[in-house]
């Protein structure tokens, strides 16, 4: 935090992370985590393939957030030239 400018110890809050992102969207990005971890061979998994995908499915809302500030900013911008 302190690389961002934000003072240590001071109350950090990103206020559209709060936004709840429905799973309908969610299951847009990355849609082959699932099966993939399903289909992974439990006797001879490759432990770090797993946690990839579950991380792929973990970042799903993180990545829906950022794009629509993305978005959002980039409007704005248009908007003032």
Sequence with gaps: MALAGIPMGQQYEVPWTTIHVPAELQGLVFPF???????????RMNIGTRNFLQLLIQLRPFLWHVSTQISVISDCNASLT
């Excluded at 985590?33 to 006797?43: M, N, Q």
């Design 33 to 43: 985590a699932e099966s993939a971890i399903a289909s992974l061979d439990p006797v």
